[in-house]
């Protein structure tokens, strides 16, 4: 097949994923081409080395002010980013339009979740959706579309009725990407998804029928290192970023009364201000921890290896890498019940599911902790788990025949 693949990922678990998509496409002898605009992250798992990549201008606006002339900046350069993209995804289109194309495979866009490319494509044309923009969809603090709460105690509250103007503005911006986030993905003929709770995320954002499409791992590559030794630390992967969720870790081995762990954190990115309330309180829940950013997967695999165990409780994890990445490096992992995570891990036989409660967590801690021969066969029952349904051969098979049918030829 010759096939175009378009994608506007940050680095993370989909560029990973887009990365190891292409790499397999094109082992197995598929053409494969890839347009992105300008502004997509090109750090890790860059892929211009060994395919053909594209490159369109596309400005990208993030004022970095944070007074109140940068808030309206910034509000303004969110409708300017919109009209960016979809100037790009026309340009790329067109440009895909005029080659000999059998499909095309487009991946997320980081700002608007699904792209603009799948209004303007001429051929059969499949989105693989990690996940639906969520925060229009997911309450945080509080939800999107709440307003903010009035003070009580202020007869005229300035800072009220700015944040109400603010809110207003963002409101109706968020609206519109709605809207149009909608139409994008109608556009396309096929959605793939990453996982059934995905499945379920993009139904209830969209209204949209979406197949699912499991990922896979680099079993050769993510494999126990045997001669790193057991250490006595937790390993937690991710984004340091309050929906990786890690002061609950925190919070669940600071119960651990004796021999306390320590947790290390590997980051491929995050954000400076959660970082120190994460260390704060650690210091304060007297909970020894290390962070590490952008390491090599060479030190990864290593960390994973050494581990005891690795620990899961990111918030409504469409999918999620990690699990399946400790397991291919025979480590087992102690994961909260929650998003994909439920089809990735089976409670006893390659980890430990449990609720969100942070004495639960310390509970499956300590049972791993004090029967490592446990510990051991969940690593290994992982490791087969990965090999039989993981494997990046397993991910290639699905998605093949994912591509091949939208085309009518079957593989």
């Not at 002010?65 to 910034?74: H, P």
């Not at 194309?101 to 209004?119: A, E, K, N, Y």
């Not at 307003?147 to 009220?160: D, G, I």
Request: charged share 25%.
């Amino acid at each position: 097949m010759r096939i175009a693949v378009w994608h506007n990922l940050p680095s993370g678990g989909g560029k990973r994923a887009l990365r190891d998509q292409v790499s397999m496409l094109m082992k197995r002898g598929h053409h494969v081409e890839i347009w992105r605009p300008l502004c997509a992250d090109h750090g890790p798992f860059d892929l211009s080395s060994y395919v053909n990549e594209h490159i369109n201008p596309c400005r990208y606006y993030n004022p970095s002010q944070n007074n109140l002339f940068g808030k309206f900046k910034r509000l303004i350069g969110q409708y300017l980013n919109l009209y960016e993209l979809n100037k790009n995804a026309k340009l790329c289109a067109s440009e895909i339009n005029e080659r000999k194309f059998d499909v095309l495979l487009s991946h997320s866009c980081h700002f608007m979740g699904s792209p603009f490319i799948g209004r303007y494509i001429k051929i059969p044309s499949t989105l693989y959706l990690h996940e639906p923009n969520r925060i229009l969809y997911e309450a945080k603090d509080r939800h999107p579309m709440a307003l903010p709460s009035r003070p009580n105690n202020s007869f005229f509250p300035v800072k009220y009725y700015v944040a109400k103007f603010e809110d207003k503005f963002k409101h109706s911006f968020y609206r519109l990407k709605a809207r149009e986030e909608a139409s994008n993905a109608s556009s396309f003929d096929t959605i793939l998804v990453n996982s059934y709770f995905n499945r379920e995320s993009v139904l209830r954002a969209y209204d949209i029928n979406s197949q699912v499409c499991y990922l896979g791992v680099d079993t050769e590559l993510f494999k126990k290192n045997k001669i790193q030794p057991k250490g006595r630390y937790i390993l937690a992967v991710g984004a340091m970023v309050r929906e990786k969720n890690y002061s609950f870790l925190i919070q669940a081995i600071s119960l651990i009364k004796k021999n306390k762990p320590k947790l290390i954190i590997v980051s491929n990115a995050g954000n400076p201000e959660y970082e120190d309330y994460v260390r704060e309180l650690a210091k304060n829940s007297k909970v020894p921890i290390e962070v590490y950013y952008n390491i090599p997967d060479d030190h990864l695999i290593r960390l994973y290896s050494g581990a005891l165990l690795v620990a899961y409780a990111p918030r409504l994890e469409p999918f999620g890498y990690v699990p399946l990445e400790a397991n291919a490096c025979s480590t087992p992992v102690v994961a909260v019940a929650e998003g994909g995570v439920r089809e990735t891990v089976v409670n006893e036989l390659n980890g430990l599911l449990i609720d969100h409660d942070p004495q639960s967590m310390a509970d499956a801690i300590n049972s791993l902790l004090h029967y490592p021969e446990k510990a051991a066969v969940l690593g290994e029952n992982g490791r087969n788990f990965v090999e039989e349904n993981w494997s990046l051969e397993k991910a290639t098979d699905r998605l093949e025949m994912k591509l091949a049918r939208q085309i009518g030829i079957e593989i």
